[in-house]
Antibody, heavy 113, light 112 residues
């Protein structure tokens, strides 16, 4: 059974850093696209970063230069390092497999002083 | 970036009646491989989105056949042939033809 479980969210001050992790089971993180999708409270969906099976990496303009996506094949995990956080980064962050065919439950990141 | 515009943004439907949601793209979603990467997602309150339809018209495993997708190029439609109570929530179209992958604004479906 495919499962994705995100951890690492929480309350952080503007300008701070946070690292999200996504533990994957039922498939290997290096076998497919893997992405992070966020949803601000009461808002729509935004795909913020993608890493392909051949290691191509993409970022939304809104997070470029501040967020870094990576994966650890030995631990079968996906990560998102988030630096210089802003209030507008407040959202539930989901990791997702492939072309978003499977999602985790999400982890809430709140950026506030 | 491909901008996806959904209509309507909200829909109240009688149980057993059909419903349709339109999704229009600001540019063609046909990829160089000939496929069109336009998907539909359903999000129930408090849950993660779930992919219903991929590449315009392919239903995910386990998705009831009352859901169907159609369209081409820049115009796409999700149709529910007979709405059931479990179909309430927000529906999003999403393109993954080119980066950034983008979503429509969402259409909220409720029962009349």
């Amino acid at each position: 059974e495919v499962q994705l479980v995100e951890t690492g969210g929480g309350l952080i001050q503007p300008g701070g850093s946070l690292r999200l992790s996504c533990a994957v089971s039922g498939f290997t993180v290096n076998s497919d696209f893997m992405s992070w999708v966020r949803q601000a409270p009461g808002k729509g969906l935004e795909c913020v970063s993608l890493i392909s099976y051949d290691n191509a990496i993409y970022y939304a303009d809104s997070v470029k230069g501040r967020f870094t996506i990576s994966r650890d094949n030995s631990k079968n995990t996906l990560s998102l390092q988030m630096n210089s956080l802003k209030a507008e980064d407040t959202a539930v962050y989901h990791c997702a497999r492939g072309r978003l065919r499977a999602w985790g439950q999400g982890t809430l990141v709140t950026v506030s002083s | 970036d491909a901008v996806l515009t959904q209509s309507p943004l909200s829909l109240a439907v009688t149980l057993g009646q059909p419903a349709s949601i339109s999704c229009r793209s600001s540019q063609s979603l046909v990829f160089s491989d000939g496929d069109t990467y336009l998907d539909w997602f359903h999000q129930r309150p408090g849950q993660s989105p779930r992919r219903l339809i991929y590449k315009v018209s392919n239903r995910e495993s386990g998705v009831p056949d009352r859901f169907s997708g159609s369209g081409s190029g820049t115009d796409f439609t999700l149709t529910i042939s007979r709405v059931e109570a479990e179909d309430v929530g927000v529906y999003y179209c999403m393109q993954n033809t080119g980066w950034p992958w983008t979503f429509g604004q969402g259409t909220k479906v409720e029962i009349k």
